[in-house]
């Protein structure tokens, strides 16, 4: 986004997303600890809200019939297309599909400026919702003892029973992510993120769905082995599998959650940050 509007790239860094290792850090809790945190899966996320509960905010701030029809359609593509397992990865991946719901409804929305909303809306909240909560239904089904965490689960259709309310930053995150076998992380914008950080450095084990973000410069490829340290999914065959797999392999889990530990404290803690940053201005001065 910044090259787009223009910004020089060579003054563009890619600063690593710290962590706090006396805060995020491996734990052990007694007896009363476990039965509170401890867990076969776990998800923590306030975007709680149905694909369609999004979709149907969008759809209120349109008057125009024909604009209503066409957004309509979209969203049952967009839907298919999310439960045929192809997700929408880039902004762009929406584009075809609004130009598919035009051409079924014979009519197009001219201005740039809405379409342009629209794609974002689709991007940001529709889209990202599907990406989030198919997994959550998947394992749902599949009967293992999930924990869903943020605001707003409570009041999910098909997930309710899951919701254990909101969890604070510090001390009880850490607790999850230490007594929680499989922590998820479901980001639509790929999975750098500071809870995947955090959970990491706390020795959490963490099942990632794939996206191809991860693997762009500045993505978790730049600081992860992707076939070592980090464990992904790519469709609903894959989780089940892997989902399984390390649900019955403790010890795997282990091995996998202390390399990526080991990573977390060489490359995405505060003063790595902080070197990262004077040594770029560094670089820059020097050039002049």
Same mark, same amino acid.
């Given at each position: 986004?910044?090259?787009?509007?223009?910004?020089?790239?060579?003054?563009?860094?890619?600063?690593?997303?710290?962590?706090?290792?006396?805060?995020?850090?491996?734990?052990?809790?007694?007896?009363?600890?476990? $039965?509170?945190?401890?867990?076969? #899966?776990?998800?923590?996320? %306030? %975007?709680?809200?149905?694909?369609?509960?999004?979709?149907?905010?969008?759809?209120?701030?349109? +008057?125009?019939? =024909?604009?209503?029809?066409?957004?309509?359609?979209?969203?049952?593509?967009?839907?298919?297309?999310?439960?045929? $397992?192809?997700? !929408?990865?880039?902004?762009?991946?929406?584009?075809?599909?609004?130009?598919?719901?035009?051409?079924?409804?014979?009519?197009?929305?001219?201005?740039?400026?809405?379409?342009?909303?629209?794609?974002? $809306?689709?991007?940001?909240?529709?889209?990202?919702?599907?990406?989030?909560?198919?997994?959550?239904?998947?394992?749902?089904?599949?009967?293992?003892?999930?924990?869903?965490?943020?605001?707003?689960?409570?009041?999910?259709?098909?997930?309710?029973?899951?919701?254990?309310?909101?969890?604070?930053?510090?001390?009880?995150? !850490?607790?999850?992510?230490?007594?929680?076998? #499989?922590?998820?992380?479901?980001? %639509?914008?790929?999975?750098?993120?500071?809870?995947?950080?955090?959970?990491?450095?706390?020795?959490?084990?963490?099942?990632? =769905?794939?996206?191809?973000?991860?693997?762009?410069?500045?993505?978790?490829?730049?600081?992860?082995?992707?076939?070592?340290?980090? #464990?992904?999914? =790519? !469709?609903?065959?894959?989780?089940?599998?892997?989902?399984?797999?390390?649900?019955? %392999?403790?010890?795997?889990?282990?091995?996998?959650?202390?390399?990526?530990?080991?990573? #977390?404290?060489?490359?995405?803690?505060?003063?790595?940050?902080?070197?990262?940053?004077?040594?770029? +201005?560094?670089?820059?001065?020097? =050039?002049?």
């Amino acid at each position: 986004q910044l090259l787009n509007l223009g910004y020089p790239a060579e003054r563009l860094i890619y600063l690593p997303i710290p962590a706090n290792p006396e805060l995020y850090r491996p734990l052990r809790l007694n007896n009363k600890g476990r $039965e509170k945190y401890g867990c076969e #899966v776990s998800y923590i996320s %306030h %975007h709680s809200w149905l694909p369609q509960e999004a979709f149907t905010n969008l759809l209120s701030r349109f +008057a125009d019939p =024909k604009v209503k029809q066409i957004l309509e359609v979209m969203f049952e593509l967009v839907k298919a297309r999310f439960y045929e $397992e192809k997700d !929408c990865y880039e902004l762009a991946d929406y584009e075809p599909l609004l130009w598919e719901a035009e051409e079924q409804k014979g009519s197009r929305i001219a201005d740039n400026r809405v379409r342009a909303h629209i794609l974002d $809306e689709f991007f940001y909240w529709i889209g990202s919702s599907f990406r989030r909560q198919l997994p959550l239904e998947w394992i749902a089904e599949e009967g293992y003892d999930l924990r869903l965490y943020g605001t707003g689960w409570e009041n999910h259709p098909r997930l309710s029973e899951y919701a254990r309310g909101t969890a604070r930053n510090g001390e009880e995150l !850490c607790k999850i992510y230490n007594f929680s076998q #499989v922590n998820l992380q479901l980001m %639509h914008v790929g999975n750098l993120h500071l809870r995947l950080v955090d959970g990491l450095l706390s020795g959490g084990f963490f099942l990632l =769905k794939y996206h191809p973000w991860d693997y762009q410069e500045g993505g978790l490829v730049s600081y992860f082995d992707m076939n070592q340290d980090l #464990v992904e999914f =790519k !469709c609903k065959d894959d989780f089940r599998r892997k989902i399984k797999f390390y649900l019955d %392999h403790p010890e795997e889990r282990r091995l996998v959650a202390e390399r990526a530990r080991k990573k #977390v404290l060489e490359k995405l803690t505060y003063p790595v940050s902080m070197q990262c940053v004077i040594d770029k +201005a560094k670089e820059q001065i020097k =050039k002049g």
